[in-house]
């Protein structure tokens, strides 16, 4: 992970940044989500959806 932020974690995927957002996170993760010590972490993450606009939506749950 690249970076915390209240509203979610912004995750390097080859280069270029997506966004999981907090609805995302695993509960686990939520309550203390600055706390969590997540920053430079690698996580699973599967691609949501792509924008117009190029940003990139990503998911940490239900990974299956």
């Given at each position: 992970?690249?970076?915390?932020?209240?509203y979610g974690v912004f995750v390097d995927i080859?280069?270029?940044?997506?966004?999981?957002?907090?609805?995302?996170?695993?509960?686990?993760?939520?309550?203390?989500?600055?706390?969590?010590?997540?920053?430079g972490r690698n996580i699973e993450v599967k691609?949501?959806?792509?924008?117009?606009?190029?940003?990139?939506?990503?998911?940490?749950?239900?990974?299956?």
């Amino acid at each position: 992970m690249r970076d915390v932020q209240p509203y979610g974690v912004f995750v390097d995927i080859g280069g270029i940044d997506g966004l999981v957002h907090i609805s995302e996170l695993p509960d686990e993760w939520k309550a203390n989500l600055s706390l969590f010590g997540l920053r430079g972490r690698n996580i699973e993450v599967k691609v949501l959806k792509i924008d117009d606009r190029g940003r990139i939506s990503l998911s940490a749950r239900n990974l299956s």
